[in-house]
């Protein structure tokens, strides 16, 4: 702006609610200057077309060639993707292509062009741009900070933490759920706040295609983890030490549901003091062809972006094995995964519990598999122990503990899942937990006789 030169355009791209609109306006006071947004509506509160827009913003350059301003243009997507087709009509954009070339080269005034995608955009148009910015979803740290200035009155700390899991709820969501909820605060105590608070901005989240907020999940670990527990192939607190230095691992985990994969990942997050990026198929896996690419080259550049532990759950679902493919997006979407984890310099953590299916081209770029696998006896002994003294129940007998022992196909799962029953239907003695864990065990692929008996 200080030399007056002409053709200044700025490209910001990034969610919606992600704070744009708010960067704009930000940029305009920092540099001292006016800021006039190309209308989206007329005089009678109506939407204007794409061609309307544009005329709008040539108008607006000879207005303002002479004052000290930046130009918005808000939802670009009104001209460069409002064909509304996929079978071949044009966007207002491509009409107009050559003038709005001539337009992002010679405009007098500098623009910011906003936009929650950059799908629908010419490369002829995006070379023409001085900058393009994204504006990512913010680390969860800072959500956190995001959240409790705007909501903060009306949630804890553990709510707060909680809502800043979920990266698809924006700002501006969370914003407009504390305004619906202090309008009518007289009508709750403090936790009914909080609850009212959760359920709006689940509900917009689910509007938006996006999972609900899991208002029962715990913000940490289970009380009962502890690495030296799990039955692992692997020194889990030497790998800890190890990464601690090197930063840097594609470790792959295997083994029975419930033994502890997921649960090792937060934790190695936790011990290394990095923030955790936890991916679940349902996040990266998209019915369109080509979707599920982007949203897992999006998970990296992610974990990368924010220094991040990435750990993808189910990763079979990624990384079958190729030869087995019937369709070419099944290729592309195991390749898209191997070109990325290659590429990745930080820790990248991938857990399945079907080893045999993964491709046999990742395995080899996994730097370490370890198997979890069922506890072993004594480990059984132990984790009933330490569940008792966790749910306030006797400490286990003697006989307790033998039953335990015997036990086949236990996994720590299986405790984390009694002491959620506790909740509801208390245990009041050991006894009743290890029947309950004899019947969890029974349940996995038809009854599996315990090794002995059991008396």
Known sequence: MAGNRHGVNVFVHGAPGTGKSELARALAAALGCELFEVASEDEDGDPVTGERRLRGYRAAQSFFDRRHALLLFDEVEDIFGDSGSPFGSRSTAQRRKAWLNRMLEQNRVPTLWLSNTIEDIDPAFMRRFDMVVEVPVPPRAQRERILLAACGDLADAPTL???????????????????????????????????????????????????????????????????????????????????????SARLCLYGPPGTGKTAFGRWLADRLGMPLLPKGASELMSKWVGESEKAIAA?????????????????????????GARHSWEVTRVNEMLTRMESFGGVFIA????????????????????????????????????????????????????????????????????????????????AGLVAALDQECALKHGRQAAIGFLV
Request: aromatic share 6%; with cysteine.
């Open 161 to 247: 933490a909680r809502m800043a899991r979920a990266e698809a709820l924006a700002p501006a969501v969370a914003e407009r759920a504390a305004t619906v909820v202090r309008a009518i605060r007289s009508q709750f105590d403090d936790a009914g706040a909080a609850r009212a608070l959760e359920w709006l901005a689940s509900r917009t989240l689910e509007a938006q295609g996006h999972p609900a907020l899991d208002a029962g999940a715990a913000a940490g670990l289970p009380d009962h983890y502890d690495p030296a527990i799990l039955n692992a192939d692997a020194d889990l607190a030497a790998l800890a030490a190890g990464l601690a230095s090197s930063r």
């Open 299 to 323: 998970a990296f550049r992610q974990a990368e972006r924010e220094g991040a532990l990435l750990m993808i759950d189910e990763v079979d679902s990624f990384l079958r094995d190729r030869d």
């Open 351 to 430: 857990s399945t519990n079907l080893m045999g299916d993964i491709d046999p081209a990742a395995l080899r770029r996994f730097d370490l598999k370890i198997r979890f696998d069922y506890l072993e006896p004594d480990q059984a002994a132990l984790l009933l122990a330490r569940q008792c003294a966790g749910l306030g129940v006797a400490p286990p007998l003697p006989a307790d503990l033998g039953r335990v022992r015997r036990l086949a196909r236990l996994t720590p799962g299986d405790f984390a899942a009694l002491a959620r029953r506790h909740r509801f239907t208390p245990f009041t003695d050991a």
